[in-house]
């Protein structure tokens, strides 16, 4: 069945340095995978998009990297604050159902 | 603020009585999605809807649980005889398309339902 993996234990972090989160699949072939952010209390909120022929895509100081010979995305967050410290969620999407998320990995970024 | 909106916030229900959780997707948006998550889970499908159509289900229990997205009006999870593992938060989103093309989904904050 499809599976989708991200580290369960929290990752901290000192501000200023580049945060590394990881999203595995497997039992899958995304055409696109998703990057939210969730704050306790409050609903997801959506990031960034990479589609499979990407391997790349940038936004302000966020990363998103897509391998799909590694059925693997990573998603780095560069001069890292404390005000980045939330969960962060992928979701690789197929476009033939909705969405599947995965349970997430929270960050702390310490001061 | 035109984003999802979702109520009530909170909903505190005894075993046995009906829940129903309301949803309006932003403005302009005919695709809405309801997850569900327990505390330190992530998010769990439910349904996706269309207006007027259920587009999959697949997520969704059998019993007690229907949702619907009506012409006029927010959708609504409507949960019948509840029990106390259906306590959790229970999300719903939004998008002005459906997931064919990546179009991203807009959440609300959610409906905690406590169940006594």
């Known amino acids: 069945s499809q599976k989708i993996e991200q580290n369960s234990e929290a990752l901290n972090i000192q501000e200023g340095k580049t945060a590394t989160l990881t999203c595995n699949y497997t039992n899958y072939s995304p055409a696109y995978l998703q990057w939210y952010r969730q704050d306790p209390g409050r609903g997801p909120v959506f990031l960034l998009l990479?589609?499979?022929?990407?391997k790349e895509k940038r936004k302000e100081r966020l990363k998103v990297t897509f391998d799909t010979t590694l059925k693997q995305s990573l998603f780095h967050i560069t001069a890292s604050q404390p005000a980045d410290s939330a969960t962060y969620l992928c979701a690789p999407g197929t476009g033939r159902r909705a969405l599947t998320f995965g349970s997430g990995t929270r960050l702390q970024v310490q001061p | 603020n035109a984003g999802v909106m979702q109520n009530p916030r909170h909903l505190v229900r005894r075993r046995g009585q009906e829940a129903r959780l309301r949803c309006s997707p932003m403005k302009g948006h005919s695709h809405v999605y309801w997850y569900r998550q327990l505390p330190e889970e992530g998010l769990k499908f439910m349904v996706y809807l269309q207006k007027e159509n259920i587009i999959d289900e697949s997520g969704m229990p059998k019993e007690r649980f229907s949702a619907e997205f009506p012409k006029e009006g927010p959708s609504i999870l409507r949960i019948q005889q509840v029990v106390r593992g259906d306590s959790a938060a229970y999300f719903c989103?939004?998008?002005?398309?459906?997931?064919?093309?990546?179009?991203?989904?807009?959440f609300g904050d959610g409906t905690r339902l406590s169940i006594l």
């Open positions: 990479i589609r499979e022929n990407e």
């Open positions: 989103a939004s998008s002005n398309t459906g997931t064919g093309d990546g179009q991203p989904q807009h």
